[in-house]
Nanobody, 124 residues
């Protein structure tokens, strides 16, 4: 079983940076695709970034392209989301997720395991 736990959220001013981490405390997710989603109040949960099990393929939502970077360390069972140039509209609860499919997946239903989320708040 994969058990995901996010950390690294917090309050930051616009233009600042945060690095989110998601550690898997269960069985290895080395062969799983991974993703970071976010959900703002009153909005649908949306995919922010995704990465294949090898780390060689990635996907970014247009709204974060050039500002966010997803990466993974399979030896540490951890996936990261480096967020630079944060904007107030990035405020949301951020969730990491794992899919048994090893490639990049873009839809919520394709992910099998979810963390509890970490709050990111960007002040203007």
């Amino acid at each position: 079983q994969v058990q995901l736990e996010e950390s690294g959220g917090g309050l930051v001013q616009a233009g600042g940076s945060l690095r989110l981490s998601c550690v898997n405390s269960g069985r290895t997710f080395s062969y799983y695709g991974l993703g970071w989603f976010r959900q703002a109040p009153g909005k649908e949960r949306e995919l922010v970034a995704a990465i294949s099990w090898t780390g060689t393929s990635t996907y970014y939502a247009d709204s974060v392209k050039g500002r966010f970077t997803i990466s993974r360390d399979n030896a540490k069972n951890t996936v990261y989301l480096q967020m630079n140039g944060l904007k107030p509209e990035d405020t949301a609860v951020y969730y990491c997720a794992a899919t048994k499919v090893g490639g990049v997946r873009r839809e919520r239903y394709e992910y099998d395991y979810w963390g509890q989320g970490t709050q990111v708040t960007v002040s203007s």
